[in-house]
Nanobody, 124 residues
Framework: VQLQASGGGLVQAGGSLRLSCVASGFTFEDYAIGWFRQAPGKEREGVSCISVPDGSSTYYSHSVRGRFAISRDNAKNTVYLQMNSLKPEDTAVYYC?????????????????WGQGTLVTVSS
């Protein structure tokens, strides 16, 4: 089982990035997917998550709502996080995770699978 996050980088405030999370080793369309982030010295927080099988339900943290958009492509076993209007406070390592239950992703505990992180740095 693998969740491969990519797409991070350095961007100026106001810019955009698109993160990708590619899954393998499990039946992707059976799993809800979430994005989390952890900034230096801070606890991990949930950013967004998307339901199975078609992503008809999505959730966003208050801090990113209206700026970020999550989507999934089951044919490519991939979930995307489009991040617009980035702010310096969005700087963090971003992780994707998978779980059969969307509710677990909303609270971020006891998740089935975690990927490695991708670093997003937003300069002011």
């Amino acid at each position: 089982v693998q969740l491969q996050a990519s797409g991070g980088g350095l961007v100026q405030a106001g810019g955009s990035l698109r993160l990708s999370c590619v899954a393998s080793g499990f039946t992707f369309e059976d799993y809800a997917i979430g994005w989390f982030r952890q900034a230096p010295g801070k606890e991990r927080e949930g950013v967004s998550c998307i339901s199975v099988p078609d992503g008809s339900s999505t959730y966003y943290s208050h801090s990113v709502r209206g700026r970020f958009a999550i989507s999934r492509d089951n044919a490519k076993n991939t979930v995307y996080l489009q991040m617009n209007s980035l702010k310096p406070e969005d700087t963090a390592v971003y992780y994707c995770a998978a779980d059969r239950r969307l509710q677990r992703l909303r609270v971020g505990v006891e998740l089935d699978y975690w990927g490695q992180g991708t670093l997003v740095t937003v300069s002011s």
